[in-house]
């Protein structure tokens, strides 16, 4: 079997694969980040997104093989180098973003990809953007809430910086 | 001022700490050593007989280590049905065997005929393409009415007729019923369908069966709501494994909604062939499968008529319905249309004579079972609609109707004609309370600025009443069900103070780990980082009927409460012993033993310490250590209720429905974390009005589901849906459990769907198309269509 290399949170990682393994069964079984959820098989649900090279992904769209070489950030790369939560994680935990849990990884890692495009999104643009990722447990009011609440706190973070 | 812990205050979930991080344990996150992956084949005919079946190619495939089929599994036990019903005959139901895998027919698509195990998923799934199956088709029963019509097959040779009960209740109202509907000033009748959903939680089902032969131990590890009862089930009556050979695990899973209740076939299967092979052996099912194989939930055709007198009083209710059970029954399917629903045909109301009829047809549809609400939902949403179009009939304002036949607020305790007794409530308050939050005043002026818009705008309300902390073991014995429905804990309190809380309640979303936290803490007077909440496993938790109906908090919750105040006489006798002081004399407060009238006290600590290290103890009259366990089993049902105000707009080209506003007040008697209650009625409402106007399974003549998939069927997204308000403020305790608590989980999905297509009801007709009813999900083109059938034109000839 073809072998694979890839960073992903910032560590160098290879596996053997089949031509036929999706990225999120190379990070669930090869490298055991489980962190990356399957929720559906038709790529509706968005509960497998990460990041490849900086911008949001459905890990259930691309053969591990086609990333070679390539940056791939997940759930369990999001929290600061401290280890506390990074700001989209804790915004969902303060505003009761989350029942399950299952959804919110792809949820965390979709918003992360909005608000780097978008600091300051209307409620209506983050509804938009949520499109691809399905929550059954919230009724996305609290994921709504949560997501405006972190792009605040990133702008305020900013502005603090500055 | 809002509390900043313990009961009342909105803490902080704990659970969130692993969830945001991506360190949740789910059941596909789990991997054992040495396993192997097992790959159903599921027919994909809804009908016929297998006239061949020949899996040789397949166990000779590369990386396949065996293939079973219903051969293989003779000694083995069908799938149990947990709840008989008795139909008007007083004969039981018909409970036709449901194989865990096919025997001679298949019953719909995606029953399981061969299951597959091999070394990898890959290898699995490969050698399926070799089995050899040929399936002579029979006619797929499909629609409830042709199936019993008298000349549709049999989906089972044990129900000739496909009816697996005909249910009369109640039995000795029915001639009064049929007088004062055949006598009264007016009646109103509507014919409406419950439209079928799947309840589709993020987390597709998995199970990992696994056997230790030295000990010969078997576990299961499996996304399900009620890990005890799974464990009562199939080992007493599938697998024969008594108890304490059989662990059952559900560790961290990802919703539930009622689909993950039930045993499933596919629970049995790993955890056998895990026997036989000695090796574990892990399922997981594809979303594709669990369309196919989860069980559906609703699916009820119903016809209600509801009798008035000259004053606009309910005089009598008549309802018949026919209820879909799909192939086989699934574990509490038989009481959802029956016990959970005609209970319920009372609602707010104080309507004297009430009577219906259930006949729950078999199909080759896949199993139909409790979905969030379960039963519930279809009594609110049949009662409902028919107040509101008798208010439009009668030209009466809806809410006026609603007020002038609910039952009123000093009737209570309330006996209804329908067996049930509502403890308290005050259905007058939540409705003023929704109608004011949505201001309904100012609704008149909304409207007119939608229609200079070119815009309908509606507003609909909906009151509703559930039936929760499901149950009295002795009443719900008497009603069929083969268990009992109360709930366990265990408190134990450790050596240094920390808390340990063993609950049979499971959590799957609900955030139980934080609100049973609150509870304790709150009781103890400690931090509620002091208590850990463990569930979900078998071999830790003493036992456990699980969570569904609502029933975590009024009845688990209460069971912890019954440990925690054991725990807390027993800690009162150790602190008198420690005090030198009579037991009457000591007070527990903010964790401190005093002894009243003395500034002689002890810290929770000291006591803790003294139970474990007992030098200075009462050891004539009490033993060593401190845990407590209780069996909680409830006096009655609890009655949440609220009234809930959509409000729409219609575009009348393309008959697109928007949901403007959505206002839910809701009585839940006490709340613990209101953070937590307000996340259930979101989750509600957002499942109430997908069901309303998004999601339906749609079955083919051949009995195939056309939405079968994400791409097919509608779920609801974050752009349907406007930010709801909720309020939780008008508070009837419930009288007969210790918090007062009565249940939030099923609320927003019950009286939503009432309230937004009488919303678009009221939009329409505003607008002067005279559509009646549509039935749910109102997409466009429903909406459209009703309009195109009712012109404007044609309502003004």
């Given at each position: 079997?073809?072998?694979?290399?890839?960073?992903?949170n910032?560590?160098?990682?290879?596996?053997?694969?089949?031509?036929?393994t999706?990225?999120?069964?190379?990070?669930?079984?090869?490298?055991?980040?489980?962190?990356?959820?399957?929720?559906?098989?038709?790529?509706?649900?968005?509960?497998?997104?990460?990041?490849?090279?900086?911008?949001?992904?459905?890990?259930?769209?691309?053969?591990?093989?086609?990333?070679?070489?390539?940056?791939?950030?997940?759930?369990?790369?999001m929290?600061?180098?401290?280890?506390?939560?990074?700001?989209i994680?804790?915004?969902?935990r303060?505003?009761?973003?989350?029942?399950?849990?299952?959804?919110t990884?792809?949820?965390?890692?979709?918003?992360?990809?909005?608000?780097?495009?978008?600091?300051?999104?209307?409620?209506?643009e983050?509804?938009?953007?949520?499109?691809?990722?399905?929550?059954?447990?919230?009724?996305?009011?609290?994921?709504?809430?949560?997501?405006l609440?972190?792009?605040?706190?990133?702008?305020?973070?900013?502005?603090?910086?500055? | 001022?809002?509390?900043?812990?313990?009961?009342?205050?909105?803490?902080?979930?704990?659970?969130?700490?692993?969830?945001?991080?991506?360190?949740?344990?789910?059941?596909?996150?789990?991997?054992?050593?040495?396993?192997?992956?097992?790959?159903?084949?599921?027919?994909?005919?809804?009908?016929?007989?297998?006239?061949?079946?020949?899996?040789?190619?397949?166990?000779?495939?590369?990386?396949?280590?065996?293939?079973?089929?219903?051969?293989?599994?003779?000694?083995?036990?069908?799938?149990?049905?947990?709840?008989?019903?008795?139909?008007k005959?007083?004969?039981?139901?018909?409970?036709?065997?449901?194989?865990?895998?096919?025997?001679?027919?298949?019953?719909h698509?995606?029953?399981?005929?061969?299951?597959?195990?091999?070394?990898?998923?890959?290898?699995?799934?490969?050698?399926?393409?070799?089995?050899?199956?040929?399936?002579?088709?029979?006619?797929?029963?499909?629609?409830?009415?042709?199936?019993?019509?008298?000349?549709?097959?049999?989906?089972?040779?044990?129900a000739?007729?496909?009816?697996?009960?005909?249910?009369?209740f109640?039995?000795?109202?029915?001639?009064?019923?049929?007088?004062?509907?055949?006598?009264?000033?007016?009646?109103?009748?509507?014919?409406?369908?419950?439209?079928?959903l799947?309840a589709?939680?993020?987390?597709?089902?998995?199970?990992?069966?696994?056997?230790?032969?030295?000990?010969d131990?078997?576990?299961?590890?499996?996304?399900?709501?009620?890990?005890?009862?799974i464990?009562?089930?199939?080992?007493?009556?599938?697998?024969?494994?008594?108890?304490?050979?059989?662990?059952?695990?559900?560790?961290?899973?990802?919703?539930?909604?009622?689909s993950?209740?039930?045993?499933?076939?596919?629970?049995?299967?790993?955890?056998?062939?895990?026997?036989?092979?000695?090796?574990?052996?892990?399922?997981?099912?594809?979303?594709?499968?669990?369309?196919?194989?989860?069980?559906?939930?609703?699916?009820?055709?119903?016809?209600?008529?509801?009798?008035?007198?000259?004053?606009h009083?309910?005089?009598?209710?008549?309802?018949?319905?026919?209820?879909?059970?799909?192939?086989?029954?699934?574990?509490?399917?038989?009481?959802?249309?029956?016990?959970?629903?005609?209970?319920?045909?009372?609602g707010?109301?104080?309507?004297?004579?009430?009577?219906?009829?259930?006949?729950?047809?078999?199909?080759?549809?896949?199993?139909?079972?409790?979905?969030?609400?379960?039963?519930?939902?279809?009594?609110?949403?049949?009662?409902?609609?028919?107040?509101?179009?008798a208010?439009?009939?009668?030209?009466?304002?809806?809410?006026?109707?609603?007020?002038?036949?609910?039952?009123?607020?000093?009737?209570f305790?309330?006996?209804?004609?329908?067996?049930?007794?509502?403890?308290?409530?005050?259905?007058?308050?939540?409705?003023?309370?929704?109608?004011?939050?949505?201001?309904?005043?100012?609704?008149?002026?909304?409207?007119?600025?939608?229609?200079?818009?070119?815009?309908?705008?509606?507003?609909?309300?909906?009151?509703?009443?559930?039936?929760?902390?499901?149950a009295?073991s002795?009443?719900?014995?008497?009603?069929?069900?083969?268990?009992?429905?109360?709930?366990?804990?265990?408190?134990?309190?450790?050596?240094?103070?920390?808390?340990?809380?063993?609950?049979?309640?499971?959590?799957?979303?609900?955030?139980?780990?934080?609100?049973?936290?609150?509870?304790?803490?709150?009781?103890?007077?400690?931090?509620?980082?002091?208590v850990?909440?463990?569930?979900g496993?078998?071999?830790?938790?003493?036992?456990?009927?699980?969570?569904?109906?609502?029933?975590?908090?009024?009845?688990?919750?209460?069971?912890?409460?019954?440990?925690?105040?054991?725990?807390?006489?027993?800690?009162?006798?150790?602190?008198?012993?420690?005090?030198?002081?009579?037991?009457?004399?000591?007070?527990?407060?903010?964790?401190q033993?005093?002894?009243?009238?003395?500034?002689?006290?002890?810290?929770?600590?000291?006591?803790?310490?003294?139970?474990?290290?007992?030098?200075?103890?009462?050891?004539?009259?009490?033993?060593?250590?401190?845990e407590?366990?209780?069996?909680?089993?409830?006096?009655?049902?609890?009655?949440?209720?609220?009234?809930?105000?959509?409000?729409?707009?219609?575009?009348?080209?393309?008959?697109?429905?928007?949901?403007?506003?959505?206002?839910?007040?809701?009585?839940?008697?006490n709340?613990?974390?209101?953070?937590?209650?307000?996340?259930?009625?979101?989750?509600?409402?957002?499942?109430?009005?997908?069901?309303?106007?998004?999601?339906?399974?749609?079955?083919?003549?051949?009995?195939?589901?056309?939405?079968?998939?994400?791409?097919?069927?509608?779920?609801?997204?974050?752009?349907?849906?406007p930010?709801?308000?909720?309020?939780?403020?008008?508070?009837?305790?419930?009288?007969?459990?210790?918090?007062?608590?009565?249940g939030?989980?099923?609320?927003?999905?019950?009286?939503?769907?009432?309230a937004?297509?009488?919303?678009?009801?009221?939009?329409?007709?505003?607008?002067?198309?005279?559509?009646?009813?549509?039935?749910?999900?109102?997409?466009?083109k429903?909406?459209?269509?009703?309009?195109?059938?009712?012109?404007?034109?044609?309502?003004?000839?």
């Open positions: 079997m073809p072998e694979v290399s890839m960073t992903v910032g560590t160098a990682v290879s596996g053997e694969v089949e031509g036929r999706l990225l999120v069964e190379f990070l669930r079984e090869g490298i055991g980040l489980t962190g990356t959820h399957v929720g559906c098989d038709t790529s509706q649900c968005g509960a497998c997104v990460v990041h490849v090279d900086g911008a949001s992904v459905k890990a259930c769209t691309v053969f591990a093989m086609s990333l070679d070489g390539a940056e791939v950030k997940t759930i369990e790369g929290a600061n180098p401290d280890g506390s939560l990074g700001v994680q804790a915004a969902f303060e505003h009761h973003g989350l029942q399950c849990g299952f959804c990884p792809g949820m965390i890692m979709s918003a992360a990809d909005l608000l780097q495009q978008n600091q300051s999104p209307t409620e209506g983050v509804r938009e953007w949520l499109e691809g990722n399905f929550c059954r447990c919230t009724g996305y009011h609290n994921i709504v809430k949560a997501i609440a972190a792009a605040a706190d990133m702008r305020g973070q900013q502005v603090a910086a500055e | 001022m809002p509390k900043d812990a313990g009961i009342g205050a909105s803490s902080k979930r704990r659970e969130d700490a692993r969830f945001v991080t991506g360190a949740g344990q789910y059941t596909d996150d789990i991997n054992r050593p040495g396993q192997l992956y097992c790959h159903f084949l599921r027919s994909d005919i809804a009908h016929g007989r297998i006239t061949n079946l020949d899996v040789s190619a397949a166990r000779a495939a590369a990386g396949v280590v065996a293939v079973y089929t219903a051969e293989d599994l003779a000694a083995v036990g069908g799938v149990p049905c947990g709840w008989q019903v008795t139909d005959n007083g004969e039981p139901m018909k409970e036709p065997k449901h194989p865990i895998l096919a025997e001679g027919k298949v019953r698509v995606g029953d399981p005929v061969v299951a597959i195990v091999a070394d990898s998923l890959q290898a699995a799934r490969d050698a399926a393409e070799a089995v050899d199956l040929d399936i002579e088709e029979l006619p797929a029963v499909v629609s409830m009415s042709a199936a019993i019509s008298g000349s549709a097959a049999a989906v089972h040779d044990e000739p007729d496909n009816i697996c009960y005909d249910w009369e109640v039995a000795e109202n029915k001639q009064a019923v049929d007088d004062a509907i055949a006598n009264a000033a007016h009646v109103t009748r509507l014919e409406l369908v419950n439209n079928r799947v589709n939680p993020m987390e597709p089902r998995v199970a990992i069966g696994e056997f230790d032969r030295a000990r131990e078997h576990t299961l590890y499996t996304t399900s709501q009620n890990p005890h009862v464990r009562l089930l199939m080992g007493a009556f599938v697998l024969s494994i008594p108890e304490h050979k059989l662990r059952v695990v559900a560790p961290d899973v990802g919703g539930g909604f009622g993950k209740i039930y045993h499933y076939a596919e629970e049995a299967f790993v955890t056998w062939a895990a026997a036989q092979l000695h090796k574990p052996v892990k399922w997981t099912s594809t979303r594709s499968e669990a369309f196919l194989s989860d069980a559906q939930g609703r699916d009820h055709l119903t016809t209600i008529e509801l009798a008035l007198d000259a004053d009083n309910f005089t009598a209710l008549r309802c018949s319905t026919l209820a879909n059970m799909g192939a086989y029954l699934s574990t509490f399917a038989p009481c959802i249309p029956t016990w959970l629903h005609g209970t319920l045909l009372a707010n109301y104080k309507t004297p004579l009430i009577f219906t009829n259930v006949k729950a047809v078999f199909t080759n549809t896949t199993p139909v079972d409790a979905y969030r609400g379960a039963g519930r939902p279809e009594a609110t949403f049949q009662v409902e609609r028919v107040i509101d179009k208010a439009r009939e009668l030209e009466v304002d809806p809410a006026e109707l609603r007020r002038k036949n609910f039952i009123p607020p000093d009737a305790p309330y006996q209804t004609p329908v067996a049930v007794e509502y403890d308290t409530g005050d259905y007058h308050a939540t409705l003023d309370k929704a109608l004011d939050l949505a201001s309904a005043a100012g609704f008149a002026a909304r409207k007119a600025e939608s229609e200079s818009r070119g815009k309908l705008r509606g507003l609909g309300i909906a009151s509703y009443i559930e039936a929760c902390g499901i009295p002795s009443l719900v014995g008497a009603l069929g069900a083969r268990a009992g429905l109360y709930e366990a804990a265990t408190v134990r309190v450790n050596p240094t103070g920390s808390i340990s809380v063993f609950t049979g309640s499971h959590s799957h979303g609900q955030g139980h780990e934080t609100t049973f936290a609150q509870v304790v803490a709150d009781m103890l007077g400690c931090d509620e980082g002091a850990d909440i463990v569930h496993d078998t071999s830790k938790v003493p036992f456990g009927m699980g969570t569904y109906g609502s029933r975590s908090l009024a009845v688990g919750g209460s069971a912890i409460v019954k440990s925690v105040d054991k725990i807390i006489a027993k800690a009162k006798k150790i602190a008198a012993h420690l005090l030198e002081a009579s037991e009457a004399d000591i007070a527990f407060e903010n964790g033993f005093t002894v009243a009238g003395t500034d002689r006290s002890l810290a929770w600590g000291d006591v803790c310490l003294a139970a474990y290290v007992p030098h200075k103890y009462p050891i004539e009259e009490i033993e060593p250590g401190l407590e366990t209780s069996f909680y089993d409830p006096a009655n049902f609890t009655y949440p209720a609220g009234a809930y105000v959509a409000e729409v707009e219609v575009d009348p080209e393309t008959g697109v429905v928007e949901v403007l506003n959505f206002t839910a007040a809701d009585d839940f008697g709340v613990v974390n209101p953070m937590i209650v307000e996340g259930q009625v979101h989750g509600g409402l957002a499942q109430g009005l997908g069901q309303a106007l998004l999601e339906g399974c749609v079955y083919d003549a051949e009995g195939q589901l056309q939405s079968a998939s994400y791409m097919d069927y509608a779920m609801p997204r974050a752009g349907d849906f930010m709801f308000t909720v309020d939780h403020s008008c508070v009837t305790p419930c009288t007969h459990n210790p918090l007062g608590v009565k939030c989980g099923e609320a927003g999905a019950i009286g939503s769907p009432p937004l297509v009488n919303a678009v009801i009221d939009a329409l007709q505003g607008g002067g198309y005279a559509v009646e009813h549509i039935d749910m999900p109102l997409t466009p429903a909406v459209w269509h009703a309009m195109a059938a009712a012109s404007p034109a044609a309502a003004a000839e």
